[in-house]
Structure formats: C-alpha cells, structure tokens
C-alpha cells in the first residue's frame, strides 16, 4: 500500500518597497490625527511662550516673529489637508512631521532660556525673534555676502580639485613621480591650509587670490591623496586584459585606472569639501572684504550678535546645499552605490 507524499504549501507575500526610509507597506491610509497636528501645535506653543515674555523686546522684532509662527501654523493646515489626497506628500509629512515639530519646540525652548528667563547673557546670545529680524533688514548685505562666498569658494575648490586629480593620477600611476611626490605630499599635506596666511598674505597680489589659494590648497591634499590611491589599486587584471587587447598607457590611464579610482576619487571630493568650508570662513575673516566670514567678523565687531547667528544659517543653509549637490552629482555617476551613503 503507497504511502501519500506529504504536500507542502507555499505562501507569497507581497511587500511594499521602502523609499528613502520611509514605510510604504499602506500607501491608502492617511497620517494620523496626532501626526497632523503636531506641527501646528508645538508652533501655537512656540507662540504662546514668545507672546508670555515679548514684553521684554522691541515690538518690531516680535511683529516678524509672529507673522513666522502664524505662516507655518497655516502652511501645515494646508498640507495636512492635502496630504489627503497627494500620495508622495503624505509620504514626505511622515518622514519630515517629527523634524519640524522639534524645530518648532526648540524654538520655544529657545525663548524661554534667552528671552525668558535671560539665562544666557546678552547681548552674546538674543531670542530668535531678533536673529529673524537681523535676517531681514540686512538680507540685501547678507545676499551679497553669500554671493561673494560662492565665487570664491567655487574659485578655490575648481583649482584645487584639477591640481589634485592631475598629481593624484601622476603619484598613483608613475613610481618616479611617486618617489619624488609623496615626500613633498607627506611634509606638505598635514599642515592646515590656515597655517600659510601669513606667507600667503605677503605673496599673493590680492586678497581674493590668497584666500583662493588657501582654499585649493586644503581641497589639494585629499583629493590627491584619495586620487593616488585608488589609481594605484587598480586590480592587475583589469589593466592585463586591457593590455592583451592592445590598449596604450593613455588607454589604461584614461579608461581603466581613472574609472576603477571614481570612488575613492569622491572621497576625496567630500573631503576637501568640508576642508574647503573651514578655510573659506577663516580666509574672509582675514582679509577678503566680502564674504560670509567677513560678515560674522564685522557683525561681532559692533557686537551685534543677532547678525552672527543670522549669517550662520546662512551658511548652514549655504554648505548643506552645496554639500548635497555633489551628493547628487556622486549618485548620477556612481549609479551602482545610490543611496549607500545618503545626506
């Protein structure tokens, strides 16, 4: 008598795919109540405490502040109504609802320390009432002052990231080049680009050019260095096959070792980045009489310390863009790792 073979059964789930962290497992449902109204609320909040202590501040700097306050507590009605009915809204309110209730919190939290109950002095650190209102009545200096920054900035990093990417392909592909290079890249590179003022003052015919300088120096050093060492660990057999079917040095610099060096080369891109913000600012403070970083010297100078902090989320705001435009750049050219690294 044949025994039956036992059956077993298969069940298949279907999953959502996951954007930007996001959970899309019910794309129908709508934020919850709480959800919708935590950001007007913590801004009624951050009102409420504002309007408790204006008493203690000019009537022109709390005016600005509460017509903020009163636009964002519109603004997220309006959205929260249209989520409703916009599938991808609803998806960024979910991510973003939390952030912006904090912010909206730290603001009241931040009234209360400065404005309040006055535990931090002044004038060193004003309410935000005052640090919007520095942000609009000098907002045509600070607009100039930004733009200032950019081209210089862009000057400095331009020239830094082509001398970088010239002697880090020389240094990683040729051992002559590598054997004089990294002497003078091991003495040169550690020493803060801040460091040469001074000389850089003395030689440079401008103020623009030495802070330029300074600049592309401090992008120079990682991005040679990154550039270097992706160069020289190309794998062997890449550059085997490539010279089996007949490709020349420039083939295997241009072809092989430069596209397999791509991500140690944005490394090195990020790095000097980041190098390049911290000089900028120093560089203006010095001696470039525009800028960003001349802007909070001369504010601090008159101790108007409402415009230091109205500069710094300007340059919050500044090189967090400019940051994420090379993230943007890195993803469209390193297709095959978009969004291992997200900012």
């Known amino acids: 008598m044949s025994r039956a073979a036992p059956q077993t059964e298969l069940t298949f ?3 959502q795919p996951e954007s930007d962290g996001v959970d899309l497992t019910d794309h129908r449902s709508t934020l919850s109540w709480r959800a919708q109204l935590a950001v007007p609320l913590a801004a009624l909040v951050a009102l409420a405490i504002h309007l ?15 017509l903020l306050i009163y636009e964002i507590v519109g ?4 959205l929260a109504i249209a989520q409703r009915f916009w599938v991808p809204l609803r998806f960024w309110m979910h991510h973003m609802c939390p952030i912006f209730t904090a912010a909206m919190l ?18 060193y650190f004003p309410g935000p009432a005052a640090v919007l ?5 000098d907002r045509a200096l600070l607009l100039d002052s930004t733009w200032h920054s950019l081209a210089l900035l862009l000057s400095g990093y331009t020239v830094g990231v082509l001398v970088g990417l010239i002697s880090g392909i020389c240094i990683g592909w040729s051992a002559p080049v590598r054997y004089w290079g990294m002497p003078l890249l091991k003495v040169v590179g550690p020493i803060p680009a801040t460091a040469w003022i001074p000389l850089a003052m003395v030689v440079s015919p401008s103020a623009f050019v030495c802070a330029a300088g300074l600049i592309a120096l401090a992008v120079w050093f990682p991005v ?22 007949g490709a020349g040095r420039t083939y295997l610099i241009s072809r092989v070792a430069i596209p397999a060096a791509v991500p140690n080369i944005f490394i090195g891109l990020f790095m000097g980045l ?7 600012v120093v560089a203006e403070s010095v001696g470039v009489k525009s800028g960003l970083g001349w802007y909070v010297s001369w504010a601090q100078g008159w101790a108007e310390y409402g415009k230091v902090y109205a500069a710094l989320i300007i340059m919050a705001a500044f090189f967090s863009t400019v940051m994420t435009l090379l993230f943007k750049v890195r993803d469209h050219v390193l297709v095959w790792q978009k969004g291992m690294i997200k900012w």
């Open 224 to 245: 040679t260095m990154l550039t270097a060492s992706g160069i020289s660990n190309t794998r062997a057999s890449y550059l085997d096959v490539a010279r089996t079917l």
């Open 106 to 123: 730290f603001l009241a939290v931040w009234d209360v320390v400065t404005l309040g109950f006055q535990l931090l002095p002044l004038p």
């Open 13 to 15: 789930v279907r999953t």
């Open 133 to 137: 209102r520095s942000l609009i009545s």
């Open 274 to 280: 980041g190098a390049s913000f911290l000089t900028l």
């Open 75 to 78: 603004v997220s009605i309006v």
């Open 52 to 66: 408790l202590f204006s008493k203690r501040a000019p009537a022109v700097e709390t005016h600005s502040y509460k």
